[in-house]
């Protein structure tokens, strides 16, 4: 009979090892459950996932269920490291491997690809060959420019052009199948961004896809109701992205391109902003921190198709300061809670609802001074400053 007791303790000292100490999937600190199937050590969260697939995984807790010996035994043999080398075998470099703080279908995807689909086994590379296609095309539901309903619409991201195009219809000419409708929109890839959006966008599988055109930023917001097919449309696109900056770029470093593929927002919210002369009447717009590149956007509404304006943050010692603020005089500003923006051309005044958000704020603007301007940053400063 197991002595239930010893074998607890026994999984308590396995999950304290570096490479069990963390979710197999997700890496979220101090997983609680295990599967014996597989021989690894996941959150609460990723469990979930693994329940969901009875044929490959079997989930137990290490602290509050009992576990057999030969179970145990097993868990000892293996653990996250081993499971690694077999399922992450061979991940593409541009994949993205997602995090404790990503939204739910990219950690769901990423399970389900690993142990179900077995995409990154050292054998298995058809699947990679698809994200990393010359052409990938599909469908996608996309949210209309002026208004909410989302349509259905073809989409073409082509690595022989480096485009993203997408068509207001989904059929070919049938009397010359061999052309294509005209495209509604085509979207150089050095500009595209990517990041999945599910609460602004209002379905679990919502993607925000963001490109510059002509000095201005624009959105695209679209979901697909599988979510294998828009998380391989993501890493569709950071595969075109990353063929371009090897192209763009021939000596970087992979670990240098890397970080440029897709770039998740610093914050976004609601503030109040007034106009240069501060005498202005407050407008709620929404703003978002693009901190990579030293941009602040602002939108009347989240889900706007092309941004009002946007607000360069330089360094501190290029005159670029932040604090919390309570200006007096103001007008027409429902929220008390001030944030200055001081830069060399001019004071900017923003509102926020709670103090809290503030403070929020002013951290993440804090964050983006501190680091030194780069040449790249010179050249968007300059650029932004042309548009005035």
Partial sequence: MANWDRNKNILLELVKLPNNSRCADCCAPDPDWASFKLGIFVCLNCSGTHRNLPAISRIKSIRLDNWDDDLVQFMKANGNAAARNIYEASVPVFYYTPQHQDCTVLKEQWIRAKYERREFTAESTPFQRTYAAEVYEGSLWKKGKDNKHFLKRRFLLSQKDFTLKYFTKEDRDIFHPQQSKMPKAVIAVKDLNAVFQPEKIGHMHGLQISYVQEDHTRNLFVYHDNGQEIVSWFNAIRAARFAFLKMAFPGANESELVPLLTRSYQKEGYMEKTGPMHWELFKKRWFILNSKDRKLLYFK??????????????????????????????????????????????????????????????????????????????????????RR
């Fill in 301 to 386: 509404t989240p889900l706007d198709a092309v941004e009002l304006g946007v607000i360069f943050i330089g360094s501190e010692s290029h005159g670029y300061s932040v604090k919390e603020c309570l200006p007096r005089g103001t007008r027409g500003n429902k929220w008390k809670c001030g944030v200055t923006m001081d830069t060399p051309d001019r004071q900017f005044i923003f509102m926020c609802e709670q103090e809290r958000e503030q403070k929020e704020w002013v951290a993440a603007f804090q964050k983006v001074i501190a680091r030194p301007m780069l040449p790249q940053d010179y050249a968007t400063e300059a650029s932004l400053r042309r």
